[in-house]
């Protein structure tokens, strides 16, 4: 289906986007990666055996004209990069330029280029604070920061697209994907690479709200699996949650962490803090009906690779000992 097939891949460099390339080029496809490399890093591709089915092209999506080379001939384009929610909040022009804009970039050149379908990254952030949980696909929009809100611009931009050009795409609205190379940086979503961190090195992460937010936790390997299944003809023009099905407290995550970890930090919990929502917790019956697809590693399991990868890797020459 895929092999020989040439695929384009956004911010392949990155977290979730250089799984999806490993695993592409396992499969045989010739691979073209388009990522600036802001957070995206080369060493993610070490892992590749096969490099002659790879090639990296350094840039951004807000150069169209390069999208557009880019994806001639492609027959998919995993649309993966975007400025991470944190980042958007400190500098929203460029949210939107990058997330929004380039968004439209990717639908445009696919449309010129015949591609198949584009298959996108969306977020759980459009839902915001759940009016009520867990959250499925029919959950009415309720963001309050930019990075949800050019998830949605983004969404409407391939629905668009899809109703007047008749160029098909897949939404995957991940809840909170971890796993191997996640950048530590990332205060929220590389929650779980923070705490391993800290804890390797004999520190107490500071856990907001006493630890009592939740997340809905998916290992990396059954989101890339998702993504794969997206590109079936039978999951076109349609969104799909990616989540686990179970809500799990910060405190609980930490104290699993360090027991996986046999150390014996607490951590220190502080009443206030950030507060981007208070609860994360969505179901995954849509896309079990079309596809078959659930959950396969579980979070003890994932946690385990996941620092099983950070012992085996340098993580203050990947991202520096913040």
Known sequence: MIKNQKILI????????????????????????????????????????????????????????????LSKNCLYIFHE????????????????????????????????????????SSSSSVYGEGKYLPTDEEHPFNNRNFYGATKIASEQLLISFANKF??????????????????VNSKYSGIVIKIIKDIHFGKSTILDHNGKNTLD?????????????????????????????EETKLINLYHLLADLMQRNIKPTLKPGGDNFVNRR??????????????????????????????????????????
């Open 281 to 322: 917790f969505g179901t995954f019956f849509k896309i079990q009906k079309d596809a078959g697809w659930h959950p396969k590693i579980k979070l003890k399991t994932g946690l385990s690779k996941t620092i099983d990868w950070y012992k085996s890797t340098n993580i203050n020459k990947l991202y520096g000992n913040k």
């Open 166 to 183: 008749n160029q098909k795409f897949t939404c995957l609205r991940y809840l909170n994907i971890y796993g191997p190379r996640q950048n």
């Open 10 to 69: 956004t911010g392949g460099a990155g977290f979730i986007g250089s799984h999806i390339t490993e695993r592409l080029v396992y499969l045989g496809a010739d691979v073209v990666v388009l990522d600036d490399f802001s957070r995206g890093l080369m060493k993610n591709f070490n892992g590749i055996k096969n490099k002659k089915k790879l090639e990296i092209v350094r840039g951004s999506i807000l150069n169209k004209k390069l999208v557009k080379k």
């Open 217 to 245: 936790l998916v290992y990396v390997g059954d989101a890339v699996e998702a993504n794969l299944l997206a590109l079936s003809p039978e999951m076109s023009n349609k969104i799909y949650n990616i989540s686990s099905g």
């Open 81 to 120: 990069a975007a400025i991470p929610l944190l980042d958007c909040e400190h500098n929203p022009r460029k949210c939107i330029n990058i997330n929004t804009i380039g968004t439209f970039n990717v639908c445009e050149s696919a449309f010129v280029n015949k591609v198949k379908k584009i298959i996108f």
